[in-house]
C-alpha cells in the first residue's frame, strides 16, 4: 500500500514538475530582460511641503553626461515665501556638495516668491544624468514666510526619468 502511494507520489511531481520549472523559468527570463522591473511603471512625482507646489519639473540628460532640471513651483501657502537657499540633493546626504547634487542656476537672487505666483527654477547637476534613468533626489532649501526672521527648512523630492 505504501509503494503505491510513494509512485502517485513521483508521478504528480514528474508530470507537473516540469510545468512548474517552465513557469519559473519563464518568470526569470521577464525578469533578466527588464519585462518585470517595476520601475518602468513608476509615475514621476514631485512633492514638497503643504503650501508650496511642484506644477511641472523635467529632468534633461546633458552631452558631457551631467544634466539639468527644471522645476515650477508654485506658492499657495497664503504668504510671500522668501528662500535663502534651494538645491537638489542627489545624494541624499542632507547637506549641499557641489561633486554630487545639483546647484541653482536660475533665477537669480533674490528667491522670493509672492503668494499665489510661481517661479521656474533651474538647476545644473553635478553627477551624471543618463537618458532614460531615473533620476530620484531630494529637493532641499531654507526659506522665510512673509515678514517673518524665522527660517524654516524644505524638504520635498523628484522622481522622473530623464528626458
Known amino acids: ?9 513521483m508521478e504528480f511531481l514528474m508530470t507537473y514538475g516540469w510545468a512548474i520549472l517552465v ?32 506644477d511641472e519639473f523635467k529632468v534633461t540628460s546633458g552631452l558631457a553626461g551631467a544634466g539639468t532640471v527644471n522645476i515650477i513651483i508654485r506658492n499657495g501657502a497664503g504668504d510671500s515665501i522668501d ?25 537669480a ?12 527654477y533651474d538647476f545644473t547637476c553635478a553627477p551624471a544624468i543618463t537618458i532614460d534613468s531615473r533620476f530620484r533626489a531630494d529637493i532641499r ?15 520635498g523630492s523628484i522622481v522622473a526619468k530623464a528626458e
Open 1 to 9: 500500500m505504501k509503494g503505491r502511494k510513494a509512485q502517485a507520489a
Open 23 to 54: 513557469v519559473l523559468v519563464a518568470i526569470g527570463a521577464l525578469a533578466y530582460f527588464g519585462v518585470l522591473n517595476p520601475s518602468r511603471f513608476l509615475p514621476n512625482s514631485c512633492t514638497l511641503i503643504p503650501g508650496l507646489s511642484c
Open 83 to 107: 528662500f535663502s537657499s534651494i538645491y537638489i540633493d542627489v545624494d541624499r546626504s542632507g547637506a549641499y556638495e557641489a561633486a554630487n547634487d545639483c546647484a541653482k542656476t536660475a533665477p
Open 109 to 120: 537672487d533674490p528667491l522670493a516668491i509672492a503668494d499665489g505666483a510661481q517661479v521656474t
Open 141 to 155: 532649501g531654507v526659506y522665510t514666510k512673509g515678514s517673518s526672521t524665522l527660517t524654516h527648512n524644505l524638504a
